[in-house]
């Protein structure tokens, strides 16, 4: 650990409080060096596997922070009414003369669930995301950010259960459940799937890297990027620091394609007057032609318009913070997923 916690020796509820808080904020120190040695190395090139065992060590402090935080939770939602009760009153009985019911002594009492509501595990699917009708498993969803922010969801299928998949998406949380869920109730169809990247285990390794030197360039105040993770199918992923915070942009195939309709004009050999029928002198060609540029001018325009108005509304702007939780969530599931 990052600093030295006390052992726990006082059996009373606030002691346990005070260990555990002290134990989950020296993980969260370790995570933060940790990320910024990842950081440092993800830039001099390292090969994965060696970035990946630092990653794997960093997802370990991550894990043990989050119990810590999830067994004060449980701690605070079985014991605090009852800590509360005992110190209000002095003269309690035992806790057995006011329980209710006929559970023998020694019966466990008490919900066998954490204070959300879900059972007391590690990662897990934060967005409720169905397994698909064909069998895939959703092994770990979340989404991160305010309004407009980043989602996943990490898939297992059963013909590859050691090649887990993801699906990732930016937008509000609503739109990203419904992209990533599976259908009926999920799904857009496939002609406007566009706010979608499929990634496979060596591209979510790739994401993550690029995610923790974005991020520590935001922290800095430094530019990165743009940079771009190929996705196995439907899009890619674009990451850039930028004006302190790390914006991830989907990138459907074709996003970036410019305007390809070369200006080519209709050619002009003769005008229909009040005479009749004439070529065109060098003024009317002259005129002709600029007419002609100026509405292919505004079709161009147009057209990077709607482009950027696209790129724009598949974009999300996270905090660093936020980018190193997204990353994290990602690598984590990943690897839950391959040990299922």
């Known amino acids: 650990m990052s600093r030295a916690t006390q052992p726990l020796t006082a059996a009373t509820i606030g002691a346990t409080r005070a260990f555990y808080t002290g134990l989950a904020h020296g993980c969260d120190s370790d995570v933060e060096q940790i990320e910024?040695?990842?950081a440092h190395l993800a830039e001099l090139q390292l090969d994965e596997q060696t970035l990946d065992g630092f990653q794997s060590a960093q997802e370990d402090a991550q894990r043990a922070a989050a119990r810590c935080r999830r067994l004060l939770a449980v701690l605070d939602a079985r014991h605090g009414q009852l800590e509360e009760a005992v110190n209000a009153t002095p003269d309690a009985a035992k806790t057995e003369f006011y329980q209710t019911g006929t559970s023998p002594a020694g019966a466990a009492v008490g919900p066998t669930h954490d204070a959300a509501g879900g059972p007391p595990a590690g990662l897990g699917n934060?967005?409720?995301i169905p397994d698909g009708p064909d069998g895939t498993r959703t092994v770990a969803s979340d989404f991160v950010g305010n309004q407009v922010g980043a989602a996943y969801a990490v898939e297992t299928d059963p013909s590859y259960p050691d090649d887990p998949g993801v699906l990732f998406t930016v937008g509000s949380r609503v739109e990203a459940v419904m992209q990533i869920s599976p259908?009926?109730?999920?799904?857009?169809?496939?002609?406007?799937?566009?706010n979608l990247a499929a990634l496979a285990g060596d591209e979510v390794a790739a994401l993550g890297r690029r995610l923790a030197a974005a991020a520590k360039a935001a922290q800095a105040g430094l530019a990165y990027g743009p940079k771009t993770v190929s996705?196995?199918?439907?899009?890619?992923?674009?990451v850039e620091a930028v004006d302190g915070q790390v914006r991830i942009t989907v990138l459907p195939y074709g996003i970036d394609e410019p305007y390809d309709e070369p200006f080519a004009p209709q050619p002009l050999t003769e005008i229909d007057g009040d005479d009749g029928v004439r070529p065109p002198t060098a003024e009317e060609l002259d005129e002709y032609l600029a007419d002609e540029r100026a509405d292919y001018d505004r079709e161009v325009a147009a057209y990077d318009a709607a482009r950027y108005a696209r790129r724009h509304r598949l974009t999300a702007y996270l905090t660093p913070a936020?980018?190193?939780?997204?990353?994290?969530?990602?690598?984590?599931g990943v690897r839950a997923a391959v040990h299922a």
């Open 231 to 238: 996705g196995a199918d439907v899009g890619d992923i674009e």
């Open 36 to 38: 910024v040695a990842l």
């Open 126 to 128: 934060a967005l409720d």
């Open 322 to 332: 936020q980018a190193r939780q997204l990353r994290g969530g990602l690598i984590a």
């Open 183 to 194: 259908p009926p109730g999920g799904r857009v169809p496939l002609d406007r799937e566009e």
